[in-house]
Every structure is written in structure tokens, then in C-alpha cells.
């Protein structure tokens, strides 16, 4: 599990602000549903186009995301990353490049409808996210 052990790792967890308010049985099953990783400036975390293998969770860094060479959004901690293309089977609908360094968590493709079961304040922030960028995307489109 890399260089923490589960208590640390949901030390972690909890000091991040989307995760603050989960209870400890909760927290122990995300602890468990996710791997950290650090990932340099530049790195490409999603390839447009191409099927959703992870779900990311930024706890610190930025990530721009860019569709046909457009900029759409600069993502940061506690945003959800790649939960389109697991949702819906489909490919992923822009590609998502690290600006800084950034600690990520990551939920495999086969852990990501398990852990939304399992934690579901988890799959409400998700859809909370979802309804945030509908309504981005409806404002930039009525703003034109
Ligand atoms: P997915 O389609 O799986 O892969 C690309 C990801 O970029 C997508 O999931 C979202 O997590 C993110 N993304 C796509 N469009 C937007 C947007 N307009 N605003 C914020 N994030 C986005």
C-alpha cells in the first residue's frame, strides 16, 4: 500500500476538506479502495478519446483539462477526475494534464462502483460535481 499504513493513509483522507465530514468506517473503506500516487508537472493523467480506466481524486496540485485542444477547466483539491467515462462506458470526453505537482488518489475501474456502494457522501459529492459543471457549461454556452 505504498509507504503509509492504513492509519496514516486515513489521516490523510481526513484532512482533506471533501473527506473531513466521513466517519471513520467510511474513511477505512476508501482507505481501501484507493492507491496514493504523486505524478510530476506534465504528466498526462487521461488521453481524450480513449476508455476510463481510473477514477482520480486530487488532494493537492492542479490539472488542466483540454478537449480538441481547448482549454475547459483548471481541476484542484477535493475535484473528481475521469468519473464520466467510468459512469457512463463511454470514451473520455477530454484529456487532463498535471500543471504542477499533484498527490492524487486513485480508485481502479472495478473498485469505483464498489466504493460508490460503499460510501455513498462519496457518490453524493460525485453528482454534486457533475451538477457543478453542467451548470459551468450552461453558463459558457448562454454567456457566448
Ligand atoms: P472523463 O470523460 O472520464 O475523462 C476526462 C475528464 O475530464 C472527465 O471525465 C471529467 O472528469 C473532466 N472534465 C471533462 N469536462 C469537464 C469540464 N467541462 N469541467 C471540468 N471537468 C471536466
Redesign the pocket.
Known sequence: MGLRNRSQKVELLRSVPLFTHLSKRHLDELAKHTEEHNVDAGSAL?NEGEP?RQLFIVVSGKAR?TRQGKV??S?GPGD???????LDHKP???S?VAEEPMLLLVVGSREFKPLLSSVPDLAESLLQTLAA?LR??DAALTSE
Open positions: 487521461i476510463g483539462v475547459l477547466a481541476l473528481f477526475i475521469g468519473e464520466m467515462a467510468l473520455s470526453s477530454a487532463v459543471r459551468a457549461a
